[in-house]
């Protein structure tokens, strides 16, 4: 893993700015974020400091500013946690954070103070408490092995999650929540496809925001898993000035189809702090998402959804969604109802 200046390829190394390598100082120094990207996604940028790839991983001065909408646990994970690294925030599924480590960092991640804090943390996968609950809470039909990301675990310790899980509960479905197919692709080499075979039904699911994402090595990958029965399906981020445009994205979408992949999400950013500057304003986002159902078959276009701040829960994006607008110490904010009538609200830019 590259986690300095020096190390990148020589020409991003190159373009790197006197404000970029002082805003990487003070990441070392206060233990936020880290940087880190691996060889193979910083083979895929640009040195163009606007590269939509560069952007996704290199570190920006813009993320030491904290908006008045941040949370440091947007999705309000910690209202739902039962037990140590395990969340139950929706009746059929939950989650487990197995991994506070990533093959690289994205820099609009939601849990970046989760991640960044207590760095030499040991995670507990999964606890006994967690275990019990599911042996008990039998309307859980599926857990969401997250983190961080799980393929930064090895093979061994992996395998040890997956087998308590299943020995707790045989009829689980399990879902492998990653960007490593992307980031370094070779990790899911054909020892691990065959481990996780083992513990069908389990489906992946990856984070792509952009086509040039889509590698040689990370097409190869995506071919195996499904040739070992693995289904595979995408999730991505709008993200401004990285993929906030309907051609763009059809394409990409288009091309993850080719392969055989599902897309299924399109989230609207989370509220993490020093992420604001990555965010596409609500209604932009309404609006690519209305020119994207003209572009793909309605079969395939994915869902637009945001994580309503604060443990609100996902909800689908659509034109009816906003009610109104308000003013609160924060700032302007639109009011959104959900499908049960309740009203939350999400910043206006």
């Not at 996704?56 to 941040?70: K, M, S």
């Not at 440091?72 to 059929?92: C, K, M, N, T």
């Not at 389990?202 to 792509?208: F, G, K, R």
């Not at 500057?277 to 994207?292: Q, Y």
Request: charge should be neutral; aromatic fraction near 8%; hydrophobic fraction near 40%.
């Amino acid at each position: 893993m590259i986690c300095s200046i020096e190390n990148l390829p020589p020409v991003l190394a190159a373009s790197v700015g006197k404000w970029e390598k002082n805003y990487i100082a003070k990441i070392e120094s206060q233990g936020l974020l880290p940087f880190a990207v691996t060889p193979h996604f910083a083979s895929l940028a640009r040195p163009e400091r606007d590269d939509p790839i560069r952007r996704q991983f290199f570190p920006d001065p813009r993320e030491a500013i904290r908006g008045p909408f941040a949370l440091d646990d947007p999705l309000g994970e910690s209202l739902h946690r039962v037990a140590a690294g395990f969340i139950h925030q929706y009746r059929d599924r939950a989650l487990l954070l197995a991994s506070k480590t990533c093959a690289g960092y994205c820099r609009h991640c939601f849990r970046r103070v989760w991640i960044s804090s207590d760095r030499d943390a040991k995670r507990s996968f999964p606890s006994i408490r967690t275990l019990e609950y599911l042996k008990t809470h039998t309307e859980i039909r599926e857990v969401l092995v997250s983190g961080g990301d799980p393929l930064t675990l090895d093979d061994d310790r992996l395998e040890a999650v997956f087998s308590q899980l299943r020995d707790a509960r045989p009829d689980l479905v399990l879902r492998l929540c990653t960007r490593t197919p992307i980031t370094e692709p070779s990790r899911l080499d054909g020892k691990t496809i065959a481990m996780l075979t083992k513990f069908r039904p389990l489906w992946m699911s990856v984070h792509i925001n952009h086509p040039r994402e889509l590698s040689a090595q990370s097409r190869d990958t995506f071919a195996a898993c499904l040739s070992a029965g693995i289904p595979v399906k995408v999730q991505t981020v709008l993200l401004r000035g990285i993929n906030d445009d309907p051609a763009l994205l059809a394409g990409l979408f288009r091309d993850c189809l080719d392969l055989g992949l599902s897309p299924y999400y399109l989230f609207q950013l989370d509220l993490a702090p020093g992420t604001a500057h990555f965010r596409v304003p609500l209604r932009r986002g309404l609006a690519i998402h209305r020119e994207l159902s003209g572009l793909i078959p309605s079969a395939d276009l994915p869902t637009y959804a945001v994580d309503i701040p604060g443990g609100g829960g996902k909800v689908r994006l659509h034109e009816n969604i906003i009610v109104g607008e308000r003013e609160s110490h924060k700032g302007a904010e639109y009011i959104l109802k959900d499908g049960n009538g309740k009203e939350w609200y999400y910043p206006v830019e």
